[in-house]
């Protein structure tokens, strides 16, 4: 798209040339606004990367402190709904990669239309997110609020789990470190749900003004920022995925 | 005007898309085959190294990093390497204070 | 030889500028909905004065109270949470924004050439962010206030004291998001918005200090964040985190926090240290010696402020090896520091020194700095921590950084760069005065602290034994001094708003893009955007752009 390459920046500077509406004042050239929001959206996402870094760290020295009870932690979790949800998250990322190109190619109704998809898919996560956290809340594995040791002092009573992985039961020591597993369970995964809501509400304020066809004049550096950021939600469960789900199937 | 060229927009074409998102399945798929198969140790390792592979196809594909300006490129590694500091340097005192236990 | 380089209009003829970024559009909403870096700036000014004098009204506080050995002015838990208000105000509210948000702000886009900061929205929004996060912080205050000392340490902040850790935890939280957006903006600008020509070794070496800060700024603050996070969840709903007697570590809360304040302390610091590089190159009419050792200098502190954290914590349980990896590390630091120190005397070897205020701060903060920078190493040593850490060495210390430092650096800069902002000068007599007052109020403020401390005096405690009230009452009274020494150019600059003499466009006939222009300046900086064919501090080029001047005129 010629519009938005380089060639701008070859404009001479001096004097009042033409601006597209949306370029800011103080920018000189289309090109250089451009830069600059997105340099400023990965310098947002560095930020984001260190806040997700406190918790990864607390993770990986728990996890090596109460392995057990992480293990058998872990135990507690679908690794159905798990894979499902993974599946999902890269497929709203694949069409939010989409609804950028469609930007790019000035496809208005393409756009739209993945810009929905991308919504629908951000509510489907949640909403497989939320019958998982409403499975904890039932066997009462919520941290602080509402959390009994039974399924790890007597993992025999929890059918379901005790048929898969025949877990010994935990002395209470170290069953009640499991709380801290959940308790990183439900900081990480629900850190990166806020994120997600975040994206969602975005997104809808994205879709009104794709339909106005807002992005589609050439002007598409808040779709590919925002494709930036929801690409990077992604990323990081991709990293919870096997942390909290599949690392520890076998460890007993 | 900036006394630097802009950068050159690359528009990655849909069927790469196509491919990497193909690909990110089927290691999803991978990942968890293998997480049904006993490795002992290597189950870990085997999950993050797939993990690091998905999560270098969604930079370099889909956040276009692969075709972004050697400054996108820095500063996507310079959040990784303080990401590593922050945990080797915490995990340095972790680790010895119970040496051999780790 | 004059005695000053001093370059002031006649008098009788100047004028302010008609149009400048003051007057270009009136109302209070037109400040409140400014877009304009410079007015911004402006704004932060205010607001950070402010809540300098909250947190100099608790300093005193604490000072009046040491000045018997008993505890008899307040309850002892009283000035706990005096002395935890003090520290958090200071640092979150008044050092790490003070010279990025007020200095930085409006003169590093007028330094690269550039109409405004990359994204003005987000710097305004960081001001608001910034305005809530204090109002949180008085809210705090006045409801009952905080008592577990600036640094939230667990598990006392967690499960042992009833005090307004929450709101507190909070305000802070939210300062830090204005701090990271400022630091974003700074970053991006320096790398976007350079004019034609200004490559990054013909950038002022106040850009490069805050380049550096801000990539602190960006990559520590999160971590603190999610540490605060991580608190507030332990006190709402008692997750374990940071509770030894559910498994967790408190220990886990100080790596994560000091992983942010370490490097906040260059944070704080660095922006200061830009300023001191303006301030003496342009009294000694000498380039910065070494202008590209001092630049990769401030980098070098941003990138080796990663890695020294845990020297925050060698009593605290931290095993024997990180401990001596640390505080090897530690002794990196120095470096880059000594590095700054040694050029910036080179710089004055043979240079055109004159005295006026700014200059007389900047003499300040070099001999502050360096003795409180030197005892930062003999806590960086282990041995030598393990005596005197939690005593009132390590207060002395950490105040002849902050405030012999920082705090003249931040003088230095809002006398350097006022006539600029204001298009007036202040009285010269009584700023120098100021400027020697709060020198001499400082040294006996802090100098009798590190004795203190050797012998062992404690920090953080209402009362004391009875042979240590001497060095207080100096410690005291020397704080009354430095009371002095900080209220005067508060009313002599708002007196010279007014009053002052027009300042022109260069009076100091320094060399930067920044002078060039009219003081006070336009809204959009530049009439037309410079194209910049000079190194950074040329004074030769600025005697031929004068010729060239005359000859036009």
Same mark, same amino acid.
Request: aromatic letters at 16%; glycine letters at 8%.
């Given at each position: ?138 066997? *009462?594995? =919520? ?5 009994? #040791?039974?399924?790890? %002092?007597?993992?025999? &009573?929890? !059918? ?70 929801? *690409?990077? =939600? ?5 990293? #919870?995925?096997?942390? %909290?789900?599949?690392? &520890?199937? !076998?460890?007993? | ?102 | ?553």
């Amino acid at each position: 798209m010629p519009e938005n390459t380089a060639i701008a920046g070859a404009t001479e500077v001096e004097g009042h040339h033409e601006h597209p509406p949306y370029q800011r004042h103080h920018f000189e050239t289309m090109g250089q606004q451009n830069d600059a929001t997105n340099f400023a959206m990965w310098l947002f996402l560095l930020t984001e990367i260190m806040f997700f870094g406190g918790l990864f760290t607390a993770y990986l020295i728990y996890r090596n402190w109460y392995y057990p009870a992480f293990v058998q932690g872990s135990h507690q979790l679908s690794i159905f709904w798990g894979t499902l949800n993974t599946a999902v998250l890269i497929t709203s990322s694949f069409t939010m990669a989409m609804g950028v190109w469609c930007a790019e190619m000035r496809k208005k109704s393409a756009l739209v239309l993945c810009l929905v998809l991308t919504f629908v898919l951000g509510l489907v996560f949640l909403g497989i997110k939320s019958i998982e956290y409403h499975e904890k809340w039932e066997k *009462h594995h =919520v941290p602080g609020l509402r959390y009994n #040791l039974d399924s790890f %002092l007597n993992p025999a &009573s929890d !059918h379901e789990v005790y048929q898969e992985y025949h877990d010994k039961p935990l002395p209470l020591d170290m069953a009640r470190h499991t709380e801290l597993y959940f308790f990183l369970y439900f900081a990480m995964t629900g850190m990166h749900a806020l994120h997600m809501i975040i994206g969602i509400g975005i997104l809808t304020f994205m879709i009104i003004q794709a339909q106005r066809g807002a992005y589609t004049t050439g002007h598409v550096t808040f779709v590919e920022n925002f494709g930036l950021y929801w *690409h990077f =939600v992604d990323i990081i469960w991709i990293f #919870l995925f096997p942390l %909290l789900y599949l690392i &520890s199937r !076998h460890a007993n | 005007m900036s006394n630097h060229a802009e950068t050159e927009h690359h528009i990655v074409s849909p069927k790469l898309y196509v491919v990497i998102f193909l690909s990110l399945l089927c290691l999803t798929g991978l990942t968890v085959a293998a997480s049904y198969v006993e490795m002992y140790s290597f189950n870990v390792v085997v999950a993050l190294g797939i993990a690091i592979v998905k999560a270098m196809l969604v930079v370099l594909f889909f956040m276009h990093v692969k075709y972004s300006s050697k400054l996108t490129k820095l500063t996507v590694f310079s959040g990784l390497f303080t990401f590593m500091v922050l945990i080797f340097m915490t995990l340095a005192d972790y680790i010895s204070r119970a040496w051999g236990r780790w | 030889m004059s005695d000053t380089i001093v370059v002031l209009p006649d008098q009788a003829t100047a004028r302010l500028p008609k149009t400048n970024y003051l007057n270009k559009e009136n109302g209070l909403l037109s400040w409140l909905l400014t877009g304009d870096h410079k007015r911004i700036a402006i704004l932060y000014l205010i607001s950070i004065t402010f809540f300098f004098f909250i947190g100099g009204a608790l300093a005193s506080l604490i000072r009046l109270e040491l000045l018997t050995p008993q505890s008899d002015l307040m309850a002892t838990d009283t000035y706990n949470k005096v002395f935890s208000m003090h520290g958090i105000i200071m640092i979150f509210f008044f050092l790490v924004p003070s010279v990025p948000a007020t200095i930085g702000n409006f003169f590093i886009p007028m330094m690269l050439g550039a109409k405004d900061l990359a994204l003005p929205k987000i710097n305004l929004l960081s001001w608001y962010l910034y305005m809530a996060a204090g109002t949180l912080a008085i809210y705090s205050m006045i409801v009952g206030g905080v008592d577990t000392g600036w640094t939230f340490t667990t598990p006392l902040s967690t499960h042992y004291v009833n005090t307004h850790v929450i709101t507190t935890g909070l305000a802070v939280f939210i300062a830090g998001f204005s701090s990271i957006f400022t630091g974003l903006n700074f970053i991006v600008t320096i790398h976007k918005m350079r004019a034609p020509g200004m490559t990054w070794f013909r950038m002022p070496l106040f850009v490069w200090s805050h380049y550096a800060a801000s990539i602190l700024m960006v990559l520590g603050t999160p971590v603190l964040a999610i540490a605060l996070v991580l608190i507030v969840l332990e006190r709402t709903i008692g997750i374990g985190v940071f509770d030894p007697t559910k498994g967790g570590d408190p220990l886990l809360f100080q790596h994560l926090f000091w992983f942010y304040s370490h490097p906040a302390v260059y944070i704080m610091i660095l922006p200061g240290m830009g300023v001191i590089s303006e301030v003496i190159s342009t009294f000694s009419r000498k380039r910065v010696f070494g202008y590209t050792a001092v630049a990769f200098s401030s980098v070098a502190i941003a990138v080796f402020g990663f890695f020294v954290w845990a020297h925050h914590m060698f009593i605290m349980g931290i095993s024997n090896y990180a401990v001596l990896v640390f505080s090897l590390l530690t002794m990196l630091v120095a470096v880059p520091s000594a590095i700054k120190i040694f050029n910036w005397a080179f710089t004055l070897y043979k240079g055109s020194v004159t005295f006026e205020t700014p200059m007389l701060y900047a003499f300040g903060f070099m001999g502050l700095f360096t003795i409180g920078g030197l005892t930062g190493v003999f806590l960086g040593t282990a041995g030598t921590d393990i005596h005197l850490t939690e005593t009132y060495f390590i207060v002395a210390h950490f105040h002849f950084v902050m405030v012999g430092g920082m705090l003249m650096a931040f003088l230095s800069g809002i006398h350097f760069y006022w006539p600029k902002m204001t298009g007036r000068m202040y009285p010269e007599k009584i700023s120098q005065l100021a400027a020697v007052v709060t020198f001499i109020g400082f040294n006996f403020t802090f100098f009798p602290q590190f004795i203190l401390g050797t012998l062992g005096m404690p920090r953080r405690y209402a009362s004391y034994p009875p042979e240590f009230q001497v060095l207080n009452v100096f410690s005291t009274a020397g704080a009354s001094i430095l009371g002095v020494g900080y209220l005067l150019p508060v009313l002599y600059l708002t007196w010279s708003l007014k009053y002052g003499a027009i300042a022109g466009n260069n009076p100091w006939q320094a060399t930067g893009l920044e002078w060039q222009t009219q003081s006070p300046p336009l809204t959009e900086n530049f009439t037309e955007i410079p194209i910049v064919d000079h190194e950074a501090y040329d004074y030769e080029w600025l005697e031929r752009q004068k010729e060239k001047e005359v000859a036009s005129a």
